[in-house]
């Protein structure tokens, strides 16, 4: 005889979800949630400073609360203590966990959010609702973080959500109200990413034991409600839901604004650029070796090591061939002081000036290291001519004498699309993109 629900529902649907956003004006971050009568406040918190066993680390913390108010159920529920009831502790410790999952510490940086879930109502799982619910508090919680720069991207790495299953008279059904769980013979709680991969699985048999096919039906209804109340929370969320399942930072071993808006538009599609200032590394690196590829290496592993976060850096110049490659590594100071252009430029038309092989070439070494990892190389080259005078007012360092032959132009005269298309930094960055598309695409296969 097929189970007849108390509110009308087939067994694989889900009751209605509300999120309400921005529910507690005083809060960092916060939603009323309400998965059919079930309602549960959730709020998001923010403190500067970690617990002892994470001071120093770098790394942030994120831990939970929950409690039910004493007329949340029929009778009057007493408030807990300073000890909690065990079930409290249970659900607020699985709450925690759940989230954890959401985030990446490092980027969240020595600082703790506590999400305060309180239940109003209670018409069975308040846990789950209390772990969706945590999702979007927390989510808002970031965005406003960002928005007061004090974290410079999305910590984010994955959307969580969760709901209840259980069987029901021989019925495997979604997401039990109270008079269904209170005479479930199986009763589960599944939590979940957005990549359909399990973070928590609670299944108790407290009628009776459960086979591996109603364990199947469950965990499918499980993670299609999961699904359903993943959209839910996009559509509650709505602009801030662009901070969910944020892709990894990769720091710039460079302030130069420009040149981490380059590397965004060429590396998006797999990373958040950002640079090293954001995260607090402002110390000098010594460029010592004698080619552009070890010269990134060394960049990207000082700021790599010191950050524990995947790193890009680059190294270009210029080199001559009657000059036997100069001005070579040292190009950005090739007149003894760094950056000065004009300088630059004087001293290599004066070292020329008698030659007639004007044959040269830009050289660009990009540099890519994940924490524990081999640095990932990939060099390009543009061949030039060198002029015996500037043209152009564009660019900069040696672009004005640097004659880029099929466009019969020099670097200070291309428009930036003209220069992005053929630079040694863009063969560099396209060798660099196909070498992160097989690494990508092999972590797929596995």
Not at 103 to 127: H, N, S, Y
Not at 210 to 223: A, D, M, Q
Not at 258 to 283: A, N, R, T
Not at 323 to 340: F, K, M, N, Q, T
């Amino acid at each position: 005889m097929k189970l007849r629900r108390v509110d009308g529902r087939e067994p694989s649907q889900a009751r209605p979800v509300s999120i309400e956003t921005h529910f507690m004006e005083t809060a960092a971050g916060s939603c009323l949630i309400s998965t059919g009568r079930t309602r549960v406040i959730c709020t998001a918190s923010v403190e500067e400073g970690v617990p002892p066993f994470r001071r120093g680390t770098g790394l942030g913390w994120v831990t939970a609360e929950y409690a039910m108010l004493p007329a949340s159920t029929g009778s009057r529920k007493p408030r807990d203590g300073i000890k909690k009831d065990g079930r409290s502790v249970e659900i607020q410790r699985l709450i925690g966990r759940s989230l954890r999952q959401a985030v990446d510490m490092r980027l969240l940086g020595e600082r703790t959010i506590t999400l305060d879930c309180d239940v109003l109502q209670a018409d069975g799982g308040t846990r789950t609702a209390s772990i969706s619910g945590a999702m979007v508090a927390l989510t808002l919680c970031i965005d406003r973080l960002i928005r007061e720069g004090r974290i410079p991207v999305s910590p984010l790495r994955h959307q969580v959500a969760a709901i209840s299953c259980g069987i029901v008279e021989g019925t495997p059904c979604l997401d039990l109200c109270y008079q269904e769980d209170s005479r479930a013979q199986v009763d589960m709680n599944v939590v979940m990413n957005e990549e359909g991969a399990f973070i928590e699985l609670q299944g108790t048999g407290e009628g009776r034991a459960f086979t591996p096919e109603e364990l199947r039906i469950l965990t499918g209804y499980g993670e299609k409600g999961i699904r359903e109340m993943m959209d839910s929370q996009r559509r509650a969320l709505g602009d801030a839901a662009r901070w969910l399942c944020a892709k990894p930072v990769l720091v710039a071993a460079s302030s130069n604004v420009h040149k981490i808006q380059e590397l965004q538009s060429i590396f998006g599609k797999y990373y958040q650029v950002c640079s090293m200032k954001d995260f607090g590394f402002d110390g000098e690196i010594e460029e010592d070796a004698d080619t552009f590829a070890g010269n990134a290496v060394l960049k990207a592993r000082a700021v790599c090591e010191a950050l524990k976060l995947p790193t890009i850096a680059d190294d270009s110049g210029l080199s001559v061939d009657a000059l036997g490659g100069e001005p070579g590594v040292h190009s950005a100071r090739y007149c003894g002081r760094h950056g000065d252009d004009e300088a630059n430029n004087d001293l290599l038309l004066e070292k020329m000036k008698n030659e007639e092989n004007r044959a040269c070439a830009f050289h660009s070494a990009i540099c890519i290291m994940h924490p524990g990892e081999e640095p990932m190389v990939a060099e390009g080259v543009c061949p030039g001519i060198l002029l015996r005078e500037r043209r152009g007012e564009g660019g900069f360092g040696y672009d004005p004498l640097f004659l880029y032959e099929e466009l019969n132009k020099t670097f200070a005269q291309v428009t930036p699309e003209e220069k992005n298309a053929v630079s040694h930094r863009a063969r560099a960055c396209r060798k660099m993109l196909e070498m992160l598309e097989a690494r990508y695409e092999g972590a797929c296969d596995e």
